[in-house]
């Protein structure tokens, strides 16, 4: 069996779309913990606004800045 790896790293400053009733917005945040749930990478993003966790599919999210150096 083939493992799909993560696209993403722990502390990769990201960005997703939150959608809510009346339209969507953009959210930035970090990662903070990433799990493979069905062949499916899943993250834990902590906001930068608010500080909330909120859990968003690799499909849903992608980078800001490219952190290596």
Do not use: A, H
Request: with cysteine; hydrophobic share 35%.
């Amino acid at each position: 069996m083939d493992t799909k790896n993560s696209k993403y790293k722990i502390k990769d400053e990201v960005s997703f779309e939150k959608r809510k009733l009346f339209g969507s917005s953009l959210i930035r945040g970090i990662i903070i913990s990433s799990r493979l749930i069905n062949y499916n990478w899943v993250y834990l993003v902590e906001c930068c606004d608010d500080k909330k966790l909120i859990v968003v599919p690799e499909d849903d999210i992608w980078l800001l800045e490219n952190n290596e150096q």
